[in-house]
């Protein structure tokens, strides 16, 4: 009768194999693990930054269609900074951006205090972050048939005074600088053209992200 040898591994040997094995797994797992991690971060850094140029977008789109920067508000709005007792206590500053737009009717038509000169009438679109938002608001020029009406507060909303428009969240800074035809830096009301900067912050894995976008825009100057 013939005889199979058949021969298995050691002890030793099941033991050095099962050792490779479980080091071998640490590797991969920490690998998949970081790269699981490095890609979220870098994934939250694009959506920062996307919602930081979606959100400038929106504020350089009124630049570009806004005659000027006002120093203060020039319609009253019962929700201003100093209410009730400043309601023009809106101000362009180092972080707030208050805008003279021409008023259009609902047919698209713009409004005009003094045709001769060509002159529009203005709505003021205000800029401004609280609690980490970027808002937009809109103060309505008191014109019967002016296409905006004036926003509010969230929590002060009404049919007739909609929300003021949530721009960005997570906003860790937001800034304003003004300069004229020379380049130089001067005071809102003398300003030429803007230059915006947003910063969008949050936390992933513990660690501390932020995106910055800065744009500049012209006035239309009408």
């Not at 002890?11 to 693990?33: K, N, Q, R, Y």
Request: proline share 3%.
């Amino acid at each position: 009768m013939r005889r199979i040898n058949i021969s298995g591994m050691t002890i030793t040997e099941l033991l050095v194999t099962c050792v490779v094995v479980s080091i071998m797994s640490v590797v991969i797992v920490d690998f998949l693990g970081n790269w699981t991690k490095q890609h979220a971060i870098s994934e939250t850094r694009s959506t920062l930054l996307a919602e930081a140029q979606t959100a400038l977008d929106t504020v350089t789109d009124a630049v570009r269609l806004s005659a000027a920067a006002d120093q203060n508000n020039r319609w009253e709005d019962d929700n201003a900074p100093d209410a009730p007792s400043d309601l023009l206590s809106w101000a362009s500053n180092a972080d707030t951006l208050v805008l003279a737009s021409a008023v259009e009717d609902t047919s698209g038509n713009i409004i005009f205090s003094d045709p001769l000169n060509y002159t529009s009438q203005k709505n003021n679109q205000i800029f401004f972050v609280n609690n980490g938002v970027l808002y937009r608001r809109i103060l309505a020029a008191p014109e019967g048939d002016n296409a905006l009406a004036t926003s509010c507060p969230e929590s002060a909303a009404t049919a007739s005074c909609p929300a003021d428009r949530n721009l960005a969240e997570s906003v860790t800074n937001f800034s304003v600088k003004y300069y004229d035809g020379s380049n130089q830096e001067v005071i809102p009301t003398d300003a030429r053209s803007v230059e915006l900067s947003i910063t969008l912050g949050t936390t992933k894995y513990d660690q501390q992200i932020s995106e910055t976008y800065s744009t500049r825009m012209v006035f239309r100057n009408d």
